[in-house]
T-cell receptor, first 113, second 113 residues
Framework: AQSVTQLDSHVSVSEGTPVLLRCNYS??????LFWYVQHPNKGLQLLLK??????LVKGINGFEAEFKKSETSFHLTKPSAHMSDAAEYFC???????????FGAGTTVTVRA | EPEVTQTPSHQVTQMGQEVILRCVPI?????FYWYRQILGQKVEFLVS????????KSEIFDDQFSVERPDGSNFTLKIRSTKLEDSAMYFC???????????FGQGTRLTVV
């Protein structure tokens, strides 16, 4: 069985400061891990993915995430938040032999001017 | 850039009525999915579809639900007799392969009254 825990339901940052969204996963097999973002009234957009290549993954809009197998974590970071980063972020896992994605509960990010 | 499109964006239906949610996956993708998100809850997997048959389904996907690929481009989700608890955002997704990233549509917000 696979599951995802997003450790923060809500993160608030000031514009220009770093963002950290925490995610832990459990998976019986080698996982693929993803971060998706959902802006208000928009669909789910893929930010980045980890599929057993480099453990540090770079995505769109300056986001990156590091896969740490020993800690079963896949935290998302961005060095400098922008107002347009305000959205909901989902950490998602899929095991190698499974079709379905398992979503975390989501983290809502607000950015203060 | 290719994208998954869903129609309608919002549907209101009376309890007991049948609804059909429509999706046009990305044209060279072979795997198709439906997910749903009840307000305030996690995004949940419903069903995956490949080669004109269901490849996996969740416990939520009972006999009231069905999926179909009626032609070469559309992928539909039918709910035969809607219940109040079917009210949710329904997302369609597609991927080239089962272990590649899934691209999501904008979602259809279904409201059952």
């Amino acid at each position: 069985a696979q599951s995802v825990t997003q450790l923060d339901s809500h993160v608030s940052v000031s514009e220009g400061t770093p963002v950290l969204l925490r995610c832990n996963y459990s998976s019986s097999y080698s996982p693929s891990l993803f971060w998706y973002v959902q802006h208000p009234n928009k669909g789910l957009q893929l930010l980045l993915k980890y599929t057993s290549a480099a453990t540090l993954v770079k995505g769109i809009n300056g986001f990156e995430a590091e896969f740490k197998k020993s800690e079963t974590s896949f935290h998302l970071t961005k060095p400098s938040a922008h107002m347009s980063d305000a959205a909901e972020y989902f950490c998602v896992v899929r095991t190698y032999n499974d079709y379905k994605l398992s979503f975390g509960a989501g983290t809502t990010v607000t950015v203060r001017a | 850039e290719p994208e998954v499109t869903q129609t309608p964006s919002h549907q209101v239906t009376q309890m007991g009525q049948e609804v059909i949610l429509r999706c046009v996956p990305i044209s060279n993708h072979l795997y198709f999915y439906w997910y749903r998100q009840i307000l305030g809850q996690k995004v949940e997997f419903l069903v995956s579809f490949y080669n004109n048959e269901i490849s996996e389904k969740s416990e939520i996907f009972d006999d009231q639900f069905s999926v179909e690929r009626p032609d070469g481009s559309n992928f539909t989700l039918k709910i035969r007799s809607t219940k109040l608890e079917d009210s949710a955002m329904y997302f369609c997704a597609s991927s080239e392969l089962p272990n590649t990233e899934a691209f999501f549509g904008q979602g259809t917000r279904l409201t059952v009254v």
